[in-house]
């Protein structure tokens, strides 16, 4: 498992990412450096096997997780923008964390059991990193009240 990961590395960093792998203490992950945030990719199945879980069916997952570097102070403006964004972008992922709040970038892509497609992750992480980059500051800027919903919505492209 470990090493469709390391592999998964290699080809990312093909592709001009800044990605390194790490075995980690249980979970193996590969970090993918973004602007001004860390993506991270880890396989379901592994943490599955951390707890002593059979992975279910005939599929694997590969969570995509970037906690985004901005305080929320605006809660349900926030999660406003939020619902909005995840309702037109192509990968749903932006959401926040309780306790404390976080505002953070989850996504699982969906592969058959202990086979997945570099290409298809590729894609996925170029085009949260476009994501990010394009609706990023915006969302801080709701999440910290320097904007309502409104004023971002009148705003959008």
Avoid: W
Wanted: aromatic share 10%; glycine share 6%.
């Amino acid at each position: 498992m470990a090493d469709a990961l390391q592999e998964l590395q290699k080809a990312l960093k093909k592709a001009d990412f800044e990605a390194r792998y790490d075995k980690g203490k249980d979970v193996p992950h590969v970090y993918i450096t973004l602007d001004d945030t860390t993506l991270e990719l880890a396989r379901v199945s592994d943490a599955q096997a951390v707890a002593g879980e059979d992975a279910v069916g005939e599929v694997d997952y590969l969570q995509c997780y970037a906690s985004l570097p901005f305080a929320v102070t605006q809660v349900t403006a926030a999660a406003e923008f939020m619902a909005y964004l995840n309702g037109i972008i192509p990968l749903v992922g932006f959401g926040l964390m309780r306790y404390p709040v976080q505002a953070v970038f989850r996504h699982l892509l969906v592969f058959e059991s202990k086979n997945f497609s570099h290409a298809t992750v590729i894609e996925a992480v170029d085009t949260i990193q476009f994501l990010l980059a394009t609706f990023g500051s915006t969302l801080a800027a709701v999440a910290s009240g320097q904007q309502t919903v409104a004023e971002a919505l009148a705003d959008m492209p």
